[in-house]
C-alpha cells in the first residue's frame, strides 16, 4: 500500500524552527520526486521546496530560499524539510507529494505542473507569539 506520512509540525514562535518528516511505504523514493506543499486558509497550495529522487536536485521558490532546507534519507525512505527563521505567513498546513521521476522535475512539480501521484495527509504548523 503507498502511503506518505508528515509529522513534526506543532506551534513555534517567530524566527524559530521547525523539521517536518515524510515517511514513504509502498514505494521507493528514489523512483519519485517529492514536493512539499502548504496551504493557508483562503489561500491556494504553494510547492515551497521539492527534490528529486534519482539525483538529489533541489528547488526553492523565492518565498523560502535560504530559510527552507529540503533533504531525503533513502535508507529510511525519508524526506524531511529543515524550516529555519520562520514567519507567521508560514502558517499553514504542510504536504508532502510524491510524482514519478520520468514525467517531472523538482522545479516543474514545485510550480505545480502535473498531479502529484501521492499525497500525505498533511501537518499542521503555526509560527505565532
Known amino acids: 500500500q503507498v502511503q506518505l506520512v508528515e509529522s513534526g509540525g506543532g506551534l513555534v514562535q517567530p524566527g524559530g524552527s521547525l523539521r517536518l518528516s515524510c515517511a514513504a511505504s509502498g514505494f521507493t523514493l528514489d523512483h519519485y520526486v517529492i514536493g512539499w506543499f502548504r496551504q493557508a486558509p483562503g489561500k491556494e497550495r504553494e510547492g515551497v521546496s521539492c527534490i528529486s529522487g534519482n539525483n538529489n536536485s533541489t528547488y526553492y521558490p523565492d518565498s523560502v530560499k535560504g530559510r527552507f532546507t529540503i533533504s531525503g534519507d533513502s535508507a529510511r525512505n525519508t524526506v524531511y524539510l529543515q524550516m529555519h527563521g520562520l514567519e507567521p505567513e508560514d502558517t499553514a498546513v504542510y504536504y508532502c507529494?510524491?510524482?514519478?521521476?520520468?514525467?517531472?522535475?523538482?522545479?516543474?512539480?514545485?510550480?505545480?505542473?502535473?498531479?502529484?501521484?501521492?499525497w500525505g495527509q498533511g501537518t499542521q504548523v503555526t509560527v505565532s507569539s
Open positions: 507529494a510524491a510524482q514519478w521521476v520520468r514525467i517531472t522535475t523538482a522545479q516543474a512539480m514545485c510550480e505545480k505542473e502535473g498531479e502529484p501521484d501521492y
